[in-house]
């Protein structure tokens, strides 16, 4: 695959794993509340989760691209229509409060499966790993199915590294961005920009 392609999906992963949701806004709380291991332990289940979600994309967008390239150029073209999709939900996202005072303290191996619970049982995900990952895909870089798990881990490596920030800079982060509702605002506009530019360059390109 291209470097400029692995970069682009890379830095657009960031971005969006920075995006205020429930899933670092979970690592940063408990974090502030019961410490950065918290966290860390937190990020490595959710991460485990998109492990789950990568190989069932990889393997069932495989078997459609096996089966006709049409239907995988629908599929493209399905994705980035859910892209734009949730474009335009973040800008229009509201800003999102933080409780710290719901949040109970638990043991490593809970925050683990935890994160890894959350991450699987969420359809959010499963949908956007098979919107978001073929838009990358393309038949001339080669095989299909390792570019997935590339992407795949690339995904992982940017979720691992924001989160991970998140957990040690859980106090800082909790000030500056998520308790600002303008910093909010800013990132899920970065969040909508993104999504919107992958979904109209990505589709037109051609397998």
């Not at 657009?12 to 509340?33: E, T, Y």
């Not at 999102?96 to 005072?101: L, P, R």
């Not at 490593?108 to 919107?131: C, D, E, H, S, W």
């Amino acid at each position: 695959m291209p470097a400029e392609v692995l970069w682009t999906f890379f830095a657009a992963s960031v971005v969006l794993a920075v995006a205020p949701g429930p899933d670092n806004i979970f690592v940063l709380v408990q974090s502030a509340l019961h410490g950065r291991q918290s966290g860390v332990f937190v990020t490595m289940g959710l991460c485990t989760g998109l492990i789950v979600h990568t190989t069932a994309a990889a393997i069932g967008v495989a078997s459609i691209l096996k089966v006709s390239t049409l239907a995988f150029t629908i599929l493209k073209i399905i994705g980035a229509a859910y892209l734009l999709f949730l474009s335009w939900q973040s800008f229009r996202a509201s800003v999102t409060s933080i409780d710290y005072k719901e949040t109970k303290c638990l043991n490593r191996f809970q925050m683990y499966r935890r994160g890894v619970f959350m991450n699987i049982t969420n359809p959010k995900v499963a949908i956007f790993f098979l919107a978001f990952l073929p838009q990358f895909v393309n038949s001339s870089y080669g095989a299909v199915l390792p570019q997935f798990f590339i992407l795949g881990g690339l995904f992982i490596a940017a979720t691992a590294l924001v989160f991970g920030t998140v957990a040690f800079l859980a106090g800082i982060i909790g000030n500056v961005l998520y308790r600002s509702p303008r910093s909010q605002k800013i990132m899920n506009c970065i969040a909508g920009t993104v999504l919107a530019a992958l979904a109209i360059k990505l589709a037109t390109v051609r397998s």
